[in-house]
């Protein structure tokens, strides 16, 4: 079944706000993600870029090919300097503007995790996303805490896979009890578009979680990465949901609203998702049945959380 | 306004009269009074600034990327391991010409715990492109938070004022408080020449191939340079507005010293006394206080020291395999002159270890001509 894909055209900037003429590899999810989320951000978003694949192929001094201002930083400060860049902003009455992280799983998951967790809890006013390809591909494919299970990296030679799951991150970033959270796909675009149409309406902390395919580090065809993303969410290692703060009448009666907002035209089993990437070549099946029964209980749960906002909003 | 106060509270009224926009602190003995009573400002409104409560002093720094980059007059201040965890966001700042103001309260670093005066935390970010200026009183402080703004600001690089733990920070002092009006006049608010801008959008910073980087670092080099000649107009506008001022070094009694003696920070007013005393003695002794240390007024050590025939340097830090920081630098600003006199070193007050008149004036008369040998420094005091 074709899913029907519809964003509202007036909601569309006309304005193409990320140029071609960058020098990522083909089939780079990230940049697929960056080109809808700043159509729905627009011109008055401020992009912070900590060391990654992106900060490197989106210019190169002295080029840019995005038309906002970009800061970038050390690796491990995206989130703190999106709260200064944020302060300025808001101390200078600059008003209705985004600023946004734009950080790799390295600079989410690991080293940037101190100035996220520090930024989040104090609720600043920023866009925190991170595009996920499961490893530091910038640096030439090291494992992060963000990669899966079972995975082939560099420091996870043969006979060495990654024996550890993936860190939760989404729920570590619910445990700081902010606005709004959500994961996203480009293989998803009018629901990626929407959740950074909304994150940009919210104030305090926004974080999204975009799976971002990257063929040089998953040996992939470059053709499969939107086909191969799309498998993530049909076998549900990578459900798309989102978790919007609603805030009570009275103080500490804050909820969290529950919202699936993908639901996969079809099903397919984890093990067709994890064959189609060179990078599981090596894993066993032990492996294979752990991540079909993590992943089946992830939407499980998905499921009873978002039933229970449901019941609750009636 | 005259007002008895300590010495980092004088510097939180130099950044409440600065008018910063954001401030951005994480809390260590010593600093931490600053950041107290900067928060009581804020608190009370007579500071319109964000105040960041980070959750270290990375971050603290970090933010100010973010912060001085979208155009905000910015302030953060730290000490010892704080100022350490800093480093490389130090680099980045300078690298980025952000013209953020820090104040460092020196405090030891070592693999133990100690919290009292040393300058080897300021010391170990020299190279990161920071203007270092160390202080010696209160009143210095304040001034030097107004003053380094100008300065920051007029060479877009950032500014530490650096000064003893304790001996400074902890110290109640009279200090002449200006008032915001004058200050004002002398200090506009902050316009970078490089705004931020969603009308014409700019990327700052950025990867930086062989092609440009080495020229990017010469331009940083150039800025740093390029202080040393506005310092001055700094200084001139200083005084005209508040009728004092502070030079590159201070100099007392060394127009015809046979010694001289070289200090930077608290340890500079106890060798008052003792230059004053051998003085009345027929001592021919005059005494030169480091202000500007990043970058190094060559000229104006050279000047001051060339017609000396020996020079005698008081170090509160410690080089790990070299000695006296001051010393090693001061000889080699010395070198090329064709007036060099040997420069002895003294290594003095580490960890805060008291250094008392009788200790300066007992490592003056410690260093007799040629002996000790100038290359091998004195530890004073040490405890065999
Ligand atoms: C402090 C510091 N440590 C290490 C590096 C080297 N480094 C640069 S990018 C990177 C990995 C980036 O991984 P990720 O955040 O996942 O982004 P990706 O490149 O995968 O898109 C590393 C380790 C650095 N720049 N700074
Ligand atoms: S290595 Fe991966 S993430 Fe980096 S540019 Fe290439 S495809 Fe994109
Ligand atoms: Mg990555």
Redesign the interface.
């Known amino acids: 079944m074709q899913r029907k894909i519809a964003i509202p055209r007036e909601l569309l900037v006309d304005e193409e706000l990320m140029l071609p003429g960058m020098t990522s590899c083909q089939g780079c999810a990230a940049p697929i993600s960056m080109k809808i989320a700043l159509k729905a951000l627009g011109n008055r978003t401020v992009i912070v870029f900590p060391a990654c694949c992106f900060c490197v192929f989106q210019g190169g001094y002295p080029y840019t090919n995005l038309k906002v201002p970009v800061i970038h930083c050390p690796f491990e400060t995206s989130a703190v300097v999106a709260s200064g860049a944020a302060a300025a902003l808001d101390v200078r009455g600059e008003k209705d503007t985004t600023v946004m992280v734009w950080a790799g799983d390295g600079g989410t998951f690991d080293i940037g995790i101190q100035a996220l967790s520090g930024a989040a809890e104090r609720n600043d006013n920023i866009l925190f996303v991170c595009y996920d390809n499961e490893a530091y591909m910038n640096t030439g494919i090291q494992r992060s805490s963000a990669t899966p299970m079972g995975a082939w990296t560099t420091t996870t030679p043969a006979g060495a896979l990654k024996s550890e799951p993936k860190k939760d991150i989404e729920q570590i970033m619910l445990a700081h009890h902010i606005a709004y959270m959500a994961t996203a796909s480009p293989a998803y675009p009018d629901d990626l578009y929407r959740k950074f149409q909304k994150a940009r309406q919210i104030t305090g902390m926004k974080f999204i979680h975009l799976l971002s395919a990257c063929p040089s580090g998953w040996r992939i065809d470059p053709a499969d990465s939107v086909r191969i993303m799309r498998m993530a969410t049909q076998s549900r290692v990578f459900p798309i949901y989102e978790v919007t703060k609603q805030t009570g009448a009275v103080p500490g009666e804050d909820t969290w609203e529950y919202d699936i907002t993908v639901i996969p035209e079809k099903e397919v089993p984890v093990s067709d998702y994890l064959k189609s990437q060179g990078r599981f070549r090596l894993m066993t099946d032990d492996m294979v049945v752990k991540i079909q029964k993590q992943a089946d209980r992830k939407w499980r749960d998905l499921i009873e959380k978002r039933d229970a906002t449901r019941l609750a909003c009636v | 306004m005259k007002k008895a106060i300590k010495g980092n509270h004088a510097v939180s009224h130099g950044v409440r009269l600065s008018r910063v926009?954001?401030i951005?602190a994480y809390p260590i003995t010593p600093q931490t009074t600053i950041v107290e009573e900067l928060s009581e400002m804020c608190a009370r409104r007579e500071i319109?600034?964000?105040f960041?409560?980070?959750?270290?002093e990375?971050?603290a720094m970090?933010?100010?990327?973010?912060?001085?980059?979208?155009?905000?007059r910015?302030f953060t201040a730290s000490s010892g391991n704080g100022l350490l965890l800093m480093h490389?966001?130090l680099h980045?700042t300078a690298g980025a010409r952000l013209p953020i103001v820090m104040a460092d309260v020196n405090r030891a670093v070592s693999g133990v715990w100690n919290i009292w005066a040393e300058q080897t935390d300021s010391l170990a970010q020299r190279d990161t492109g920071w203007i270092q200026i160390y202080c010696e009183s209160s009143q210095e402080l304040l001034d030097g938070v107004l003053m380094a703004y100008r300065l920051a600001e007029k060479v877009m690089l950032p500014v530490m004022i650096a000064y003893d733990a304790f001996f400074l920070s902890h110290t109640t002092e009279i200090v002449d408080i200006p008032d915001a009006d004058v200050v004002d006049r002398f200090l506009p608010p902050y316009e970078p020449p490089v705004q931020?801008?969603?009308d014409d959008?700019?990327?700052?910073?950025?990867?930086?191939?062989t092609d440009?980087f080495y020229e990017h670092r010469y331009t940083v080099q150039q800025a740093s340079q390029e202080a040393l000649n506005v310092y001055p107009e700094v200084c001139r506008e200083f005084n005209a507005h508040f009728g004092r001022s502070y030079d590159l070094v201070e100099t007392w009694l060394t127009d015809d010293a046979d010694t001289i003696l070289v200090t930077a920070g608290a340890i500079t007013s106890v060798s008052r006394i003792v230059i004053e005393r051998l003085r009345s003695q027929g001592e021919k002794v005059g005494l030169m206080k480091l202000r500007m240390f990043r970058p190094i007024p060559v000229e104006c050590w050279r000047k001051v020291l060339g017609n000396a025939s020996r020079v005698v340097v008081i170090d509160r830090n410690l080089s790990v395999g070299v000695g006296g920081v001051f010393a090693a630098e001061i000889r080699s600003a010395l070198y090329a002159s064709d007036r060099h006199p040997p420069v002895y070193s003294a290594i003095a007050g580490l960890g805060g270890r008291d250094v008392t008149p009788e200790d300066v004036e007992g490592i003056l008369h410690s260093m007799k001509v040629d002996d000790p040998s100038p290359d091998i420094p004195l530890y004073w005091g040490l405890k065999r």
Do not use: C, Q
């Open positions: 926009g954001v951005s319109d600034a964000r960041i409560k980070v959750e270290s990375h971050s970090a933010s100010l990327i973010g912060a001085a980059t979208a155009g905000a910015t490389e966001v980045w931020l801008n969603f959008p700019r990327m700052f910073g950025g990867f930086f191939s440009y």
